[in-house]
């Protein structure tokens, strides 16, 4: 499975607009894109999943380049709530896949 | 939908002893992955059941083993405590039936077990 990098940790405030790149050089052709919310002591959970291009959903966007070998997690307008654990993965997408979690950013969003 | 749930929530064991975790997956969820973090770590797959099968295993040793019913449930046993086994353990559940181009089977993680060994 492809390894990814991402940021150890990142500040903001509320009301800003933050954005976590994602490195994942040997992406293969049928690997996602998927990215984790965790809260402390908490599971994991799902937010947004891409391919390529850019997914939007409720909560986030997903910014994935022609070459695959990045993509940038963006949320708008963050509130104090969205202080977090953010994942980044990559694999296949079915029931079976197992999923391969790195050390994750830690964003902390100030008043 | 009460979702993914495991028991019990918190647990203390010493080292030696043995421990079983339990989770009972999402409604209409046929799979079973369960995770360990340590603290300050991203979760590790220990292993997956499907069809009460171990259908893949991660890098964890013998001590580790599992079990899924026939209602989908699944256990978790670690024989043998050490130190090093104290973390969070998770349970994820997801369905094997395969959604069209560009969906996304969804893994559900439940809140997890904290183990504590001493």
């Known amino acids: 499975l492809a390894k990814t990098t991402q940021p150890i940790s990142m500040d903001s405030y509320e009301g800003q607009e933050v954005n976590i790149t994602c490195s994942h050089n040997?992406?293969?052709?049928?690997?996602?894109i998927t990215w984790y919310q965790q809260f402390p002591s908490q599971g994991p959970r799902f937010i947004i999943q891409?391919?390529?291009t850019k997914v939007t959903n409720e909560v986030a966007s997903l910014f994935i380049p022609a070459d695959r070998k990045s993509s940038t997690l963006s949320l708008p307008r963050v509130s104090l709530s969205d202080t977090a654990v953010y994942y980044c993965l990559v694999g296949g997408n079915t029931g079976f896949q197992k999923l391969v979690f790195g050390t994750g950013t830690r964003l902390l969003v100030s008043p | 939908d009460a979702g993914v749930t495991q028991s019990p929530t918190h647990l203390i064991k010493t080292r030696g002893q043995q421990v079983t975790l339990r989770c009972s997956p999402k409604s209409g969820h046929d799979t079973v992955s369960w995770y360990q973090q340590a603290l300050g770590q991203g979760p590790q797959f220990i292993f997956q059941?499907?069809?009460?099968?171990?259908?893949q295993r991660g890098n964890f040793p013998d001590r580790f083993s599992g079990h899924q019913f026939p209602n989908y449930s699944s256990e978790l046993n670690v024989n043998a405590l050490l130190l090093g086994d104290s973390a969070l353990y998770l349970c994820?559940?997801?369905?094997?039936?395969?959604?069209?181009?560009?969906?996304?089977?969804?893994?559900?993680f439940g809140p997890g077990t904290r183990l504590t060994v001493l």
């Open positions: 059941y499907y069809e009460e099968e171990e259908r």
């Open positions: 891409g391919y390529k």
């Open positions: 994820a559940s997801s369905s094997t039936i395969t959604r069209g181009q560009g969906s996304y089977n969804e893994q559900f």
């Open positions: 040997n992406i293969a052709t049928n690997d996602y």
